[in-house]
Protein backbone atom coordinates (compact mmCIF):
# COMPACT_ATOMS: atom_id res chain seq x y z
CA UNK A 1 0.00 0.00 0.00
CA UNK A 2 3.09 2.19 -0.84
CA UNK A 3 1.01 4.57 -2.85
CA UNK A 4 -0.53 6.04 0.23
CA UNK A 5 1.13 8.69 2.16
CA UNK A 6 3.34 7.64 5.18
CA UNK A 7 1.54 7.98 8.33
CA UNK A 8 4.62 8.57 11.33
CA UNK A 9 2.88 7.70 14.57
CA UNK A 10 4.93 9.24 17.65
CA UNK A 11 5.27 7.16 20.85
CA UNK A 12 6.64 8.49 23.98
CA UNK A 13 7.56 6.11 26.77
CA UNK A 14 8.97 6.53 29.95
CA UNK A 15 8.73 3.02 32.35
CA UNK A 16 5.46 1.62 30.43
CA UNK A 17 6.42 -1.80 30.04
CA UNK A 18 2.41 -2.93 31.56
CA UNK A 19 0.99 -1.15 28.49
CA UNK A 20 3.36 -0.21 25.67
CA UNK A 21 3.15 -3.74 23.91
CA UNK A 22 -0.75 -3.35 23.55
CA UNK A 23 -0.61 0.19 21.99
CA UNK A 24 2.20 -0.52 19.45
CA UNK A 25 -0.11 -3.87 18.79
CA UNK A 26 -3.10 -1.72 17.93
CA UNK A 27 -1.38 0.31 15.53
CA UNK A 28 0.22 -2.58 13.55
CA UNK A 29 -3.15 -4.08 13.33
CA UNK A 30 -4.16 -0.96 11.75
CA UNK A 31 -6.02 -1.70 7.87
CA UNK A 32 -3.92 0.86 7.39
CA UNK A 33 -0.37 0.10 6.61
CA UNK A 34 1.91 2.47 5.21
CA UNK A 35 2.91 3.53 8.44
CA UNK A 36 6.44 3.92 10.63
CA UNK A 37 6.42 3.77 14.40
CA UNK A 38 8.84 6.05 16.16
CA UNK A 39 9.56 5.23 19.84
CA UNK A 40 11.49 7.53 21.60
CA UNK A 41 12.50 5.96 25.12
CA UNK A 42 13.05 8.72 27.77
CA UNK A 43 15.85 6.31 29.70
CA UNK A 44 13.09 4.07 31.19
CA UNK A 45 14.37 1.98 33.99
CA UNK A 46 12.18 -1.21 33.69
CA UNK A 47 11.55 -3.47 31.10
CA UNK A 48 10.08 -0.87 28.49
CA UNK A 49 13.27 -0.88 26.20
CA UNK A 50 13.34 -4.66 25.93
CA UNK A 51 9.91 -4.65 24.37
CA UNK A 52 10.10 -2.23 21.80
CA UNK A 53 13.23 -3.39 20.58
CA UNK A 54 11.30 -7.16 20.22
CA UNK A 55 8.96 -5.54 18.42
CA UNK A 56 11.26 -3.52 16.07
CA UNK A 57 13.57 -6.83 15.34
CA UNK A 58 10.00 -8.42 14.00
CA UNK A 59 8.46 -5.15 12.35
CA UNK A 60 10.94 -2.67 10.16
CA UNK A 61 7.93 -0.23 10.78
CA UNK A 62 8.61 -0.14 13.79
CA UNK A 63 11.71 2.39 15.13
CA UNK A 64 13.23 2.56 18.69
CA UNK A 65 15.15 5.11 19.88
CA UNK A 66 16.64 5.79 23.69
CA UNK A 67 17.38 8.76 25.61
CA UNK A 68 20.86 8.53 27.37
CA UNK A 69 19.13 10.75 30.04
CA UNK A 70 15.51 11.65 31.02
CA UNK A 71 15.08 15.23 29.10
CA UNK A 72 11.32 14.98 30.51
CA UNK A 73 7.50 14.55 29.35
CA UNK A 74 7.01 17.05 27.05
CA UNK A 75 10.85 17.38 25.47
CA UNK A 76 10.13 13.80 24.32
CA UNK A 77 7.11 14.38 23.09
CA UNK A 78 8.78 16.70 20.81
CA UNK A 79 11.64 14.44 19.97
CA UNK A 80 9.34 11.65 18.08
CA UNK A 81 8.00 14.49 16.00
CA UNK A 82 11.71 15.84 15.32
CA UNK A 83 12.58 11.75 14.74
CA UNK A 84 9.41 11.58 12.10
CA UNK A 85 9.94 11.05 8.34
CA UNK A 86 6.13 10.94 7.07
CA UNK A 87 3.85 13.45 5.32
CA UNK A 88 1.29 13.20 8.31
CA UNK A 89 2.07 12.12 12.10
CA UNK A 90 -0.04 11.59 14.98
CA UNK A 91 0.68 10.84 18.80
CA UNK A 92 -0.04 7.87 20.56
CA UNK A 93 0.35 7.43 24.02
CA UNK A 94 1.79 4.01 25.73
CA UNK A 95 -0.84 3.31 27.84
CA UNK A 96 -3.53 4.31 24.82
CA UNK A 97 -5.23 2.29 22.20
CA UNK A 98 -6.16 2.84 18.58
CA UNK A 99 -9.38 1.56 17.64
CA UNK A 100 -9.10 -0.68 14.84
CA UNK A 101 -9.90 1.34 10.91
CA UNK A 102 -9.26 4.44 12.75
CA UNK A 103 -6.33 5.61 11.17
CA UNK A 104 -7.87 4.76 7.49
CA UNK A 105 -10.69 6.74 8.59
CA UNK A 106 -8.54 9.56 9.61
CA UNK A 107 -5.73 9.45 6.56
CA UNK A 108 -8.88 8.93 4.34
CA UNK A 109 -10.03 12.56 5.87
CA UNK A 110 -6.89 14.66 5.88
CA UNK A 111 -5.65 13.61 2.23
CA UNK A 112 -9.29 14.83 0.60
CA UNK A 113 -7.60 18.42 0.32
CA UNK A 114 -3.87 19.34 0.28
CA UNK A 115 -4.94 22.51 2.18
CA UNK A 116 -6.10 20.31 5.49
CA UNK A 117 -3.95 20.45 8.02
CA UNK A 118 -5.12 17.74 10.76
CA UNK A 119 -8.34 15.21 11.00
CA UNK A 120 -9.89 14.13 14.22
CA UNK A 121 -12.64 12.16 15.47
CA UNK A 122 -14.59 10.73 18.76
CA UNK A 123 -12.43 10.45 21.45
CA UNK A 124 -12.86 7.28 23.63
CA UNK A 125 -12.41 8.74 27.18
CA UNK A 126 -11.35 5.44 29.49
CA UNK A 127 -11.53 6.50 33.25
CA UNK A 128 -11.52 4.56 36.36
CA UNK A 129 -15.36 3.64 36.73
CA UNK A 130 -16.57 4.60 33.61
CA UNK A 131 -15.94 4.92 30.06
CA UNK A 132 -17.39 8.06 27.79
CA UNK A 133 -17.86 8.56 23.98
CA UNK A 134 -16.70 12.23 23.30
CA UNK A 135 -18.09 13.12 19.60
CA UNK A 136 -15.64 16.38 19.61
CA UNK A 137 -17.84 17.65 16.41
CA UNK A 138 -16.99 20.76 14.91
CA UNK A 139 -16.87 21.67 11.32
CA UNK A 140 -13.48 23.41 11.04
CA UNK A 141 -13.58 22.81 7.06
CA UNK A 142 -14.40 25.51 4.39
CA UNK A 143 -14.13 28.46 6.92
CA UNK A 144 -11.78 31.62 7.39
CA UNK A 145 -9.12 30.94 10.31
CA UNK A 146 -11.83 32.97 12.93
CA UNK A 147 -14.69 31.15 11.73
CA UNK A 148 -12.53 28.06 12.65
CA UNK A 149 -11.30 29.23 16.35
CA UNK A 150 -14.70 30.08 17.10
CA UNK A 151 -16.21 27.18 16.10
CA UNK A 152 -13.20 24.94 17.81
CA UNK A 153 -13.66 27.08 21.24
CA UNK A 154 -17.79 27.27 21.35
CA UNK A 155 -17.43 23.04 20.46
CA UNK A 156 -14.24 21.28 21.49
CA UNK A 157 -14.89 18.51 24.35
CA UNK A 158 -12.36 17.08 25.30
CA UNK A 159 -8.29 17.70 24.92
CA UNK A 160 -7.51 14.34 23.15
CA UNK A 161 -8.24 16.38 20.15
CA UNK A 162 -4.40 16.52 19.80
CA UNK A 163 -3.60 12.72 19.32
CA UNK A 164 -5.46 13.77 15.79
CA UNK A 165 -3.08 13.02 11.98
CA UNK A 166 -1.83 16.47 11.37
CA UNK A 167 0.15 17.14 8.08
CA UNK A 168 4.17 17.08 9.28
CA UNK A 169 5.10 20.36 8.23
CA UNK A 170 2.34 22.26 9.38
CA UNK A 171 2.69 20.85 13.17
CA UNK A 172 5.80 21.69 12.85
CA UNK A 173 5.13 25.43 12.10
CA UNK A 174 2.49 25.15 14.83
CA UNK A 175 5.90 24.02 17.39
CA UNK A 176 7.43 27.73 16.08
CA UNK A 177 5.04 29.56 17.65
CA UNK A 178 3.92 27.24 20.52
CA UNK A 179 5.95 27.07 23.60
CA UNK A 180 4.61 23.39 24.01
CA UNK A 181 7.09 22.08 26.06
CA UNK A 182 7.27 24.26 28.51
CA UNK A 183 4.50 22.14 30.04
CA UNK A 184 2.07 25.26 31.28
CA UNK A 185 -1.51 24.73 31.18
CA UNK A 186 -3.78 24.51 28.13
CA UNK A 187 -0.81 23.55 25.36
CA UNK A 188 -2.48 20.89 24.03
CA UNK A 189 -5.57 23.10 23.41
CA UNK A 190 -3.33 25.99 22.20
CA UNK A 191 -1.49 23.21 19.62
CA UNK A 192 -4.74 22.83 17.93
CA UNK A 193 -5.88 26.02 17.81
CA UNK A 194 -2.83 27.19 16.22
CA UNK A 195 -3.78 24.05 13.77
CA UNK A 196 -7.31 26.32 13.43
CA UNK A 197 -5.31 28.85 12.36
CA UNK A 198 -2.96 27.65 9.57
CA UNK A 199 -5.76 25.72 7.75
CA UNK A 200 -9.23 23.36 7.33
CA UNK A 201 -9.35 20.70 9.88
CA UNK A 202 -11.47 17.63 8.93
CA UNK A 203 -13.67 15.26 10.63
CA UNK A 204 -14.55 11.90 10.62
CA UNK A 205 -17.27 10.04 12.79
CA UNK A 206 -14.87 7.08 13.58
CA UNK A 207 -13.62 6.95 17.34
CA UNK A 208 -9.66 7.65 16.71
CA UNK A 209 -8.20 6.73 20.35
CA UNK A 210 -9.24 5.35 23.51
CA UNK A 211 -7.59 7.49 26.18
CA UNK A 212 -6.88 6.49 29.40
CA UNK A 213 -7.73 9.00 31.88
CA UNK A 214 -6.49 8.72 35.72
CA UNK A 215 -9.88 10.12 37.54
CA UNK A 216 -12.69 8.25 38.73
CA UNK A 217 -14.78 9.85 36.21
CA UNK A 218 -13.95 10.85 32.23
CA UNK A 219 -13.21 14.47 31.79
CA UNK A 220 -16.16 16.44 30.06
CA UNK A 221 -14.69 19.91 29.63
CA UNK A 222 -10.88 20.82 28.28
CA UNK A 223 -10.75 23.28 31.49
CA UNK A 224 -11.81 20.16 33.48
CA UNK A 225 -14.22 21.19 36.42
CA UNK A 226 -11.81 23.96 38.06
CA UNK A 227 -11.51 24.66 41.97
CA UNK A 228 -14.83 25.88 43.73
CA UNK A 229 -14.42 28.72 46.42
CA UNK A 230 -13.68 26.90 49.58
CA UNK A 231 -11.76 27.73 52.50
CA UNK A 232 -8.83 25.24 51.23
CA UNK A 233 -9.08 26.58 47.97
CA UNK A 234 -8.43 30.13 49.17
CA UNK A 235 -5.50 28.96 51.11
CA UNK A 236 -4.12 26.56 48.07
CA UNK A 237 -5.95 25.98 45.06
CA UNK A 238 -3.04 24.81 43.05
CA UNK A 239 -2.41 25.00 39.20
CA UNK A 240 -5.86 24.01 38.83
CA UNK A 241 -6.96 27.81 39.17
CA UNK A 242 -4.78 29.10 37.06
CA UNK A 243 -5.40 26.68 34.02
CA UNK A 244 -8.06 29.17 32.76
CA UNK A 245 -6.40 32.23 32.63
CA UNK A 246 -3.37 30.48 31.22
CA UNK A 247 -5.54 29.10 28.13
CA UNK A 248 -6.54 32.17 27.38
CA UNK A 249 -3.57 34.62 27.69
CA UNK A 250 -0.96 32.20 26.01
CA UNK A 251 -3.60 31.86 22.99
CA UNK A 252 -3.64 35.42 22.44
CA UNK A 253 -0.16 35.42 22.46
CA UNK A 254 0.55 32.40 19.98
CA UNK A 255 -2.48 33.72 17.74
CA UNK A 256 -0.22 36.72 17.02
CA UNK A 257 2.63 35.00 16.11
CA UNK A 258 2.52 33.02 12.92
CA UNK A 259 4.09 35.39 10.34
CA UNK A 260 2.63 33.44 7.48
CA UNK A 261 -1.03 34.52 8.49
CA UNK A 262 -2.06 38.07 7.79
CA UNK A 263 -1.97 40.26 10.95
CA UNK A 264 -5.17 41.45 9.40
CA UNK A 265 -6.18 37.73 9.79
CA UNK A 266 -4.45 36.86 12.72
CA UNK A 267 -6.51 39.66 14.68
CA UNK A 268 -9.71 38.94 13.45
CA UNK A 269 -8.83 35.17 14.97
CA UNK A 270 -7.59 36.69 18.00
CA UNK A 271 -10.86 38.70 18.40
CA UNK A 272 -12.96 35.60 18.02
CA UNK A 273 -10.87 33.68 20.63
CA UNK A 274 -11.29 35.86 22.98
CA UNK A 275 -15.12 36.43 22.81
CA UNK A 276 -15.61 32.65 22.32
CA UNK A 277 -13.52 31.89 25.27
CA UNK A 278 -14.76 34.10 27.95
CA UNK A 279 -18.45 33.80 26.73
CA UNK A 280 -17.80 30.19 27.35
CA UNK A 281 -16.11 30.56 30.45
CA UNK A 282 -16.75 33.60 32.16
CA UNK A 283 -18.03 32.06 35.11
CA UNK A 284 -14.59 30.02 35.40
CA UNK A 285 -13.04 33.13 35.09
CA UNK A 286 -14.41 35.08 37.09
CA UNK A 287 -14.30 32.45 39.90
CA UNK A 288 -10.42 31.12 39.52
CA UNK A 289 -9.82 35.18 39.06
CA UNK A 290 -11.12 35.87 42.69
CA UNK A 291 -9.27 32.98 44.03
CA UNK A 292 -5.61 34.17 42.78
CA UNK A 293 -6.51 37.48 43.86
CA UNK A 294 -7.05 36.14 47.14
CA UNK A 295 -3.70 34.29 47.30
CA UNK A 296 -1.24 36.78 48.62
CA UNK A 297 -3.51 37.39 51.47
CA UNK A 298 -3.84 33.86 52.44
CA UNK A 299 -0.37 33.40 51.87
CA UNK A 300 0.22 36.46 54.13
CA UNK A 301 -1.77 34.61 56.95
CA UNK A 302 -0.29 31.47 56.33
CA UNK A 303 2.45 32.90 57.10
CA UNK A 304 2.09 35.18 59.78
CA UNK A 305 -0.51 32.81 62.19
CA UNK A 306 2.61 30.65 63.11
CA UNK A 307 4.58 33.50 63.80
CA UNK A 308 1.89 34.99 66.20
CA UNK A 309 0.71 31.96 68.20
CA UNK A 310 4.86 31.93 69.50
CA UNK A 311 4.44 35.63 70.35
CA UNK A 312 4.69 36.46 74.41
CA UNK A 313 1.43 38.54 73.59
CA UNK A 314 -0.49 36.20 71.92
CA UNK A 315 0.55 33.27 74.20
CA UNK A 316 -0.89 35.72 77.54
CA UNK A 317 -4.05 36.75 75.89
CA UNK A 318 -4.60 32.93 75.65
CA UNK A 319 -3.74 31.77 78.95
CA UNK A 320 -6.25 34.81 80.31
CA UNK A 321 -9.19 33.94 78.23
CA UNK A 322 -8.61 30.47 79.35
CA UNK A 323 -8.47 31.59 83.25
CA UNK A 324 -11.39 33.78 82.85
CA UNK A 325 -13.35 30.98 81.21
CA UNK A 326 -12.42 28.32 84.04
CA UNK A 327 -12.83 30.63 86.60
CA UNK A 328 -16.59 30.31 88.56
Given amino acids: MNEYPLLSIGIPVYNSEHCVGKAIDSI ?27 YAEKDGRVRYYRSDVNIGKEPN ?40 VMAHGPVIAEAITSTAILPNRMSLMGKGPDERIREYVNRVEHNAVQYAVFQTNSLKRAYLTTDFITNHYGHDYHLCLQMCLLGP ?44 WTTLLFGCCYLLRPKEVSLAMRLRSLYAFVCAFTRRYHGRLLRDGLLLAAQPLTWLVSWAWPLARRSSFILALGQKIKTRSLSP
Avoid: H
Fill in 28 to 54: RGQSYRNVEIVISDNCSTDGTGEICRQ
Fill in 77 to 116: FLRVLELATGEYFAWTCADDIRPAGSLESLMVAIVKSRAT
Fill in 201 to 244: VEYCSTPMIVYKEAGNLPTFDPMGLGAQITLGSLFGGGRAITKA
